[in-house]
């Protein structure tokens, strides 16, 4: 009995043993296993969170390229501004340092926690920009709690400094902060949280020149956050800077000009397609938008019946009004349909089938040929000649003129317009067209739509006799040093293969328009300069009995296009007046303001007269430019 007692308690005493000796040789076994996960397998990611205990890095912000205009005058340049960024690695309270900055700095605390959020993910030594644009007050507050603030770092970043205001506003855009959608974006894999990028205009369109690269200090930090060596740094390289075709002095003049009418301007170089002045009416502050804008602005904004924040000039479809006569002139001319001599007799309308269509004249012109219809704008004379065209043969003048689609300017967004055909009304309605809606389109109303831009490259293409230029704004791109990098020359994208004599016929038609009796453009006249042009005036809605009664937003638009000098043309005009409703008395004037200081400025200085003060300089900007304001001898110049 002992024996088998003793020979039980062995075995149970070497079951106990194994059983130990398993379960160390297991302990031991996964301490290897996770020694060798973290020594073999996590070796790179450990050593990294080693290092960025120890590490900062303080990015260094680049400055955008300026932005100049064709004479080197600044547009766009660069100021510093502060912002306010946290490294997270140095914070162990998230929560408690955001109230605490909320309540020192008196900012949003919802909207600081918010970026903290869309920043997670990124390396924790790498700065999160909690608020941007901080003033000096706020700064100097941060440096006095420095020591209850860790982690907290004041940034000096470059923004944007728009040195005319309003100036262009359109044109040259604005910057804000990178969204989160962009962030995510093809194409933005090397900004961070907190960079500034165009948002509109140039700025947008030209981002990758304006950018620059950022540079960097990586530094070697102690426990509490002071500085003990820098460890590797790399330089910011400013952006390239953008010289536009536009000229300051002649824009400023244009906006002016417009007073608080909405609507849109272009003057265009009729011998390169160079932009020289881009007008959409009102503007608005671009400089608002680099940091938070006020919700009052806002709403001021949106509820602005002219639309200031939209760009007239390059998204603005209009229908273009009697403008369109030069086309359908044209057409006429280039299908044999008329000629100089032919005639036909406005009696103040005319019946197509069980229609009637009225010219704008209800008395009628009487006996008109080519140049009379175009100095008086008689709607009769297209009606006929429309009739006699088709619609088809109308878009086939107009097409060679490259309307109808974006003519492809620099900025983004530019609509297409509109030129109507009977295929086109098939496939987007359905339906076959209708002979009598030919008649609205030989004048310019109907389905027929064209924007600003477009519109002046018409009337340069017409003045120019049939060579279409690409309309640009960019004439050329220097580096920080004023080394030409990229320079934009004239691009033909489409000729006209109209005859001479027809560009000469309607030529003379639009000269006589400004200059001759019974012309609806007098008050396009200018000094020393003969001017030729167009009136217009499109339909908002159905023609009312008393304009007097019809409220803005329903009137007529009032246009007008023209090119100078007659005998050489070197500029093209076209303006648009939102509900300006005549043409000859609304927007004319701001074409011969336009006009004007073109040439004005085209004068040689003399050189015994000292320059101007910016002051002064800025006080006779204020006086219009001279233009001759007889009145049209028919009394019709008001009409179109």
Known sequence: ????????????????????????????????????????????????????????????????????????????????????????????????????????????????????????????????????????????????????????????????????????????????????NELNSKGFEEYNPGDYIGKTGIEKALDNELHGSDGGRQLEVDARGRV????????????????????????????????????????????SGEILAFVSNPAYDPSLFSGKLPADKWKEYLEDKRHPLENKALTGQYPPGSTYKIITALAGLHEHKIDESTTITCNGSYDLGTSTFKCWNKRGHGTTNLKKSLRESCDVYYYQLGEKLGVDKIASAAKAFMLGAPMGVELQNEKAGLIPTAEWKQKRYGKRWYHGETLPVAIGQGYVLMTPIQMASMIATVANEGTVFRP????RVVDADGKLLKEIKPEIIGTVGFSKESFRLVKQGLFAVVNEAGGTGGMARIYDVKVAGKTGTSQVVKMRDSKRSTPYQFRDHALFVAFAPYDKPEIAVAVVIEHGEHGGAAAAPIAARILSTYFEGKKPVRKESPAPSAEEEDESGDELPRVVKEPNISGNAAND
């Open 1 to 180: 009995m002992k024996e088998r007692r003793f020979v039980r308690e062995v075995m149970e005493s070497k079951s106990r043993v194994l059983m130990i000796s398993f379960i160390v040789g297991a302990v031991f076994f996964l301490l290897i296993l996770r020694l060798w996960h973290l020594q073999i397998l996590n070796q790179k990611d450990y050593r990294s969170m080693s290092e960025n205990n120890r590490l900062r890095f303080l990015p260094v912000a680049a400055s955008r390229g300026s932005i100049l205009d064709r004479n080197g005058n600044m547009l766009v340049n660069n100021r510093p501004s502060f912002s306010l960024a946290v490294i997270p690695q140095e914070v162990k309270d998230e929560g408690a340092l955001l109230t605490q900055l909320s309540s020192l700095l008196m900012l949003d605390r919802t909207e600081m926690s918010e970026r903290w959020e869309k920043s997670k993910g990124r390396a924790k030594y790498y700065p999160i920009v909690l608020a941007s644009n901080i003033t000096r007050d706020q700064v100097e507050i941060i440096e006095e709690n420095r020591l209850m603030l860790p982690g907290v770092e004041v940034e000096i970043k470059p923004v944007r400094e728009y040195s005319s205001g309003v100036l262009a506003a359109h044109l040259l855009g604005y910057i804000a902060e990178i969204s989160e």
């Open 228 to 271: 003990l060596r820098t460890i590797s740094e790399s330089y910011p390289t400013v952006g390239n800077s953008v010289v536009l075709t536009i000229d300051a002095a002649l824009q400023k003049q244009a906006e002016r000009s417009f007073g608080e009418q909405a609507g849109a301007a272009v003057a265009m170089d009729v011998n």
């Open 472 to 475: 640009h704004l960019v004439k």
